[in-house]
T-cell receptor, first 121, second 113 residues
C-alpha cells in the first residue's frame, strides 16, 4: 500500500545550525502535504500546508522564515528548520494526500509519515 | 471553528479490563470525517478508523469498537479486554476534504500487566 516516508527519523543538531527533514510519498503523487509539530505530551499542531509547485501556507504563529517548506515535486516535501534553537526540539510529522486506502477523505487519502525527532543541543 | 476535545488526559487500567476513550468534537461543517489514531512510544501515527458524518453506524473491529453519536458530537472508542500492547497515546481527529486534520489533545492509555 501507499507509504509516506520521513527522513531522518532522529536528528541531533547544534544550536544555530539548520536541519532538513524530508517527506516522501513512495508510490503515489501527493498534491498536498501537511507538516505538524508535536511537543512532549501535547497534541499534534499543524504548522503549514504545502501544495506542489506553490508556496506553503503557514498557520498563525509559525515563522515561515524559520521553518522553510519546499514542495518541489509531487513526491517530496522538505521542512528545513533554520538557525535551530533548543526550543525547536520537537517531533515533526508530515502527512500527504493522494492515493488509495488508509485514512481516506472523499476519495483522497491522508497518510502520515513515521515522524522525525529533532533535538537541538 | 473546529475543535476536538479528549477530556481524559491519562487512563490506567489493568490488563483484560475494558476501557473507553472519549472524544467530543465541534464543527460547523455538515460533512466531515472523524478519525482515531494510535501513537505508540516510537511516535508514528497508526490509523485505526475513519467515520464520515453521514454514517452513524457503530463499528467493531476485533477488540476495538467505536460509538459515533452525532446528536452529542461524540465519537468514543472502546478497547475490550485490553492488553499491554494497547498502551499508547490515542488521538481523535476531525478532518474534511482538502483540509488538514484537527487533533484532540490525546489520551495516554497505560495497560498494566
Amino acid at each position: 500500500g501507499a507509504v509516506v516516508s520521513q527522513h531522518p527519523s532522529w536528528v541531533i543538531c547544534k544550536s544555530g545550525t539548520s536541519v532538513k527533514i524530508e517527506c516522501r510519498s513512495l508510490d503515489f503523487q501527493a498534491t498536498t502535504m501537511f507538516w505538524y509539530r508535536q511537543f512532549p505530551k501535547q497534541s499534534l499542531m499543524l504548522m503549514a500546508t504545502s501544495n506542489e509547485g506553490s508556496k506553503a501556507t503557514y498557520e498563525q504563529g509559525v515563522e515561515k522564515d524559520k521553518f522553510l517548506i519546499n514542495h518541489a515535486s509531487l513526491t517530496l516535501s522538505t521542512l528545513t528548520v533554520t538557525s535551530a534553537h533548543p526550543e525547536d526540539s520537537s517531533f515533526y510529522i508530515c502527512s500527504a494526500r493522494g492515493g488509495m486506502g488508509g485514512g481516506t477523505l472523499s476519495g483522497n487519502t491522508i497518510y502520515f509519515g513515521e515522524g522525525s525527532w529533532l533535538t537541538v543541543v | 471553528a473546529q475543535k476536538v476535545t479528549q477530556a481524559q488526559t491519562e487512563i490506567s487500567v489493568v490488563e483484560k479490563e475494558d476501557v473507553t476513550l472519549d472524544c467530543v468534537y465541534e464543527t460547523r461543517d455538515t460533512t466531515y470525517y472523524l478519525f482515531w489514531y494510535k501513537q505508540p512510544p516510537s511516535g508514528e501515527l497508526v490509523f485505526l478508523i475513519r467515520r464520515n458524518s453521514f454514517d452513524e453506524q457503530n463499528e467493531i473491529s476485533g477488540r476495538y469498537s467505536w460509538n459515533f453519536q452525532k446528536s452529542t458530537s461524540s465519537f468514543n472508542f472502546t478497547i475490550t479486554a485490553s492488553q499491554v500492547v494497547d498502551s499508547a497515546v490515542y488521538f481523535c481527529a476531525l478532518g474534511n476534504y482538502g483540509q488538514n486534520f484537527v487533533f484532540g489533545p490525546g489520551t495516554r492509555l497505560s495497560v498494566l500487566p
